[in-house]
């Protein structure tokens, strides 16, 4: 196998043979890239500054990505790319696929005499919105570790579903805030009120802007009221994660897991969905990146007998 070096230097820095790509830079890199790859518009993946330094380097992402971190269009070099679709740049193969995990997140393959995968953050779950990730075949993966711990097992969709729907028809009259993360949870909460017929949610400004968003690009979100009060208010609102401090909201997050209390409805995939990605993918050589890396390398070894090993 080609040689391959992965490790994390402000962003994650991927020698493949003669190539160095650069996946979600939060810094410059102590070297120039060949590329730089954005999979998606949550602030812990990209720097602007970073981005913005980097001019002369070819940047791969989606449209919608591009519009959450550079609405203003004042990158460089960038290229778009969608899901199935291919494209070579700096003497690379590069196809993107659908994430699942926010409006405009990409996994890349990247062919350069072996086949390497970065899922970015991934979701394999139906949902009622976005297109679930696909575990791609390859030699090489890099992948999300965020909830790889087995403590963060989450129940099915379908499940936790019905929980904030029964709990949403219960409390609707007295007012209920559910608290989820601004791009992502948000619009899941919003598509899930608003298409089962329970309440016409109300949200927040901030969870508004990202909703737009996402019916730009085809998310059927359905009806809701935006509002600008904090107060509280009859109906169900849908607020920023940050609000669910102090007990004002409830949490629908994966940490939630963890906390015993909120509900564990999360855009990433969970512990036994990130093993059982690794099972379907048949890598050679797998890099856990992001979160509880050593866990899920640990588990991938013993689990999966596949060579797994942790970037931190």
């Known amino acids: 196998m080609r040689t391959v070096?992965?490790?994390?230097?402000?962003?994650?820095?991927?020698e493949l043979g003669d190539k160095l790509i650069l996946a979600d830079p939060r810094?410059?890199?102590p070297k120039k890239p060949d590329l730089v790859l954005v999979s998606h518009g949550h602030s812990d993946h990209y720097n602007l500054r970073a981005l913005r330094a980097l001019n002369e380097v070819p940047k791969l992402m989606s449209r919608a990505t591009r519009e959450l971190i550079d609405p203003r269009g004042r990158l460089k070099n960038v290229v778009a790319i969608e899901d199935g679709e291919e494209v070579e740049v700096?003497?690379?193969?590069?196809?993107?696929?659908?994430?699942?995990?926010?409006?405009?997140?990409?996994?890349?393959?990247?062919?350069?005499k072996v086949d390497l995968v970065y899922t970015g953050d991934v979701c394999t779950e139906e949902r009622i919105l976005l297109k679930p990730a696909e575990p791609l075949k390859c030699d090489i993966l890099i992948i999300e570790a965020t909830y790889g711990s087995p403590r963060y097992t989450f129940p099915p969709r379908r499940e936790l579903y019905r929980a904030i729907i029964d709990l949403s028809k219960s409390l609707r009259?007295?007012?209920?805030?559910?608290?989820?993360?601004r791009i992502g949870v948000a619009q899941e909460l919003t598509a899930l009120l608003s298409l089962s017929k329970v309440a016409t949610p109300l949200v927040r400004n901030s969870v508004a802007r990202i909703?737009?968003?996402?019916?730009?690009y085809g998310e059927l979100l359905g009806s809701y009221v935006v509002v600008d009060s904090?107060?509280?208010?009859?109906?169900?609102?849908?607020?920023?994660l940050s609000e669910a401090k102090g007990g004002g909201a409830l949490p629908c997050t994966g940490w939630a897991a963890a906390?015993?209390?909120?509900?564990?409805?999360?855009?990433?995939s969970d512990f036994e969905g990130l093993l059982n990605y690794v099972k379907l993918s048949s890598p050679q050589q797998v890099y856990t990146v992001y979160g509880f890396v050593e866990e899920l390398s640990s588990a991938i070894r013993e689990r999966l007998g596949v060579d797994a090993r942790p970037v931190r």
Not at 173 to 181: E, F
């Open 5 to 14: 070096k992965v490790e994390y230097r402000g962003g994650l820095l991927i």
């Open 27 to 29: 810094r410059l890199p």
């Open 90 to 112: 700096a003497g690379l193969s590069i196809a993107a696929y659908s994430a699942g995990h926010v409006i405009g997140s990409l996994q890349f393959l990247v062919s350069h």
């Open 173 to 181: 009259d007295k007012g209920l805030a559910l608290a989820g993360r």
């Open 211 to 216: 909703n737009a968003l996402y019916e730009k």
């Open 230 to 240: 904090k107060s509280p208010l009859r109906g169900v609102t849908i607020v920023p």
């Open 259 to 268: 906390w015993r209390s909120g509900i564990p409805l999360s855009s990433h």
